[in-house]
């Protein structure tokens, strides 16, 4: 299952890098548990939790707003290749099938629907 899951993070690593987004698998989040709304009003830059992907400690999160997506390490703050200047977000937590993101001192929560962990 790890090397499962290393595949994944390769694969969605090597999609990001040629900007492809086609041929994913996202689900759907439902209306986000949110302590505020989303940035952006449209359907296309609403941020969404497109998958949780993992076992045990090692699990990741992939966020997407849109044609943006960052993949998060539990335990670790700042998504996948980027540093603390280029962050948007940072994962405050990572459990069950929900993430706690903050950006600017305000927090989000999005969480997978019901039935899709």
């Not at 497109?50 to 090692?58: D, E, F, H, L, P």
């Amino acid at each position: 299952m790890q090397l499962e899951a290393e595949q994944a993070l390769a694969a969605t690593r090597a999609r990001l890098a040629s900007g492809r987004a086609d041929g994913t698998r996202a689900v759907e989040a439902h209306p986000a548990v949110s302590a505020r709304r989303a940035h952006a009003p449209s359907d296309e830059g609403r941020l969404r939790l497109a998958g949780i992907y993992g076992v045990g400690k090692r699990l990741f999160a992939e966020v997407r707003s849109g044609a943006q997506a960052w993949i998060f390490l539990k335990g670790q703050p700042l998504p996948i290749g980027h540093s603390s200047q280029s962050a948007e977000y940072h994962l405050k937590e990572l459990s069950g099938t929900c993430v706690r993101l903050e950006r600017q001192g305000e927090e989000t929560i999005l969480c997978l629907p019901a039935g899709r962990s």
